[in-house]
């Protein structure tokens, strides 16, 4: 068990919509990241928040936005859905181990536009 | 530009014997390397790590080396076992973490009877 909770686990929809997709790590989780694994690429970072802050951000596009609420739970809105925004959506939070990068991740929002 | 690479899509051993992931990474400033196994359906999970700083990290089965000069790092798994087939996925981390993991595109293994 990851301690990361993301749902939905599957999202179809159509090209020009919008979906939000929603993480929640364990209680006391500060940090959280989000990251995007399209059919023929590795893992893409595309942001972190830490307490509410924006800490760091990667190969986010400009369409899709994130945000890190009170409880802690995180959102990840993508807008103006195209075919290439296909992919698996994973949402993870750090280790407790002091393992430089290490990450437990979520089992991921899969989403499909058609 | 991809900064972390690995070469190899699938590999295919046989049980009982040495499975080796290759991993080729260009950035110089990455700190820090990971290796992440991943089962369908699932989140990838964290296996084994090493500094820049060394050139060998062992955990059971699992060991993981360090080439800095080729910039090149591999992950060694004897014996390999069925519960090993999954797709691993090599990571790095910059000096100060800011950009995230950098992730190759992963290497399905494949273990088989």
């Known amino acids: 068990d990851s301690g990361v909770t993301q749902t939905p686990k599957h999202l179809i929809t159509a090209t020009g919509q919008r979906v939000t997709l929603r993480c929640s790590p364990r209680?006391?989780?500060?940090?959280v990241y989000w990251y995007q694994q399209s059919l023929d690429q590795g893992l893409q970072f595309l942001i972190q928040?830490?307490?509410?802050?924006?800490?760091a951000k990667g190969n986010i596009l400009e369409r899709f936005s994130a945000q890190q609420f009170p409880d802690l739970h995180s959102e990840l809105n993508l807008s103006s859905l195209e075919l290439g925004d296909s992919a698996l959506y994973f949402c993870a939070r750090e280790g407790l181990a002091g393992i430089p990068g290490e990450l437990f991740f979520g089992e991921g929002s899969r989403l499909t536009v058609l | 530009d991809q900064q972390v690479k690995q070469n190899s899509p699938s590999l295919s051993v046989q049980e009982g014997r040495i499975s080796i992931l290759n991993c080729d990474y260009t950035?110089?400033?990455?700190?820090?390397f990971l290796w992440y196994k991943k089962y369908p359906a699932e989140g990838p999970t964290f296996l084994i790590s090493?500094?820049?700083?060394?050139d060998k990290n062992e955990d059971g089965r699992f060991t993981v080396f360090l080439n800095k000069s080729a910039k090149h790092l591999s992950l060694h798994i004897v014996p390999s076992q069925p519960g090993d087939s999954a797709v691993y996925f090599c990571a790095a981390r910059d000096g100060e973490g800011a950009d995230g993991l950098t992730f190759g595109k992963g290497t399905h293994l494949i273990i088989q009877p």
């Open positions: 090493i500094s820049s700083i060394k």
């Open positions: 209680s006391g989780d500060l940090s």
């Open positions: 950035n110089s400033m990455f700190d820090y």
């Open positions: 928040y830490y307490n509410g802050e924006e800490r």
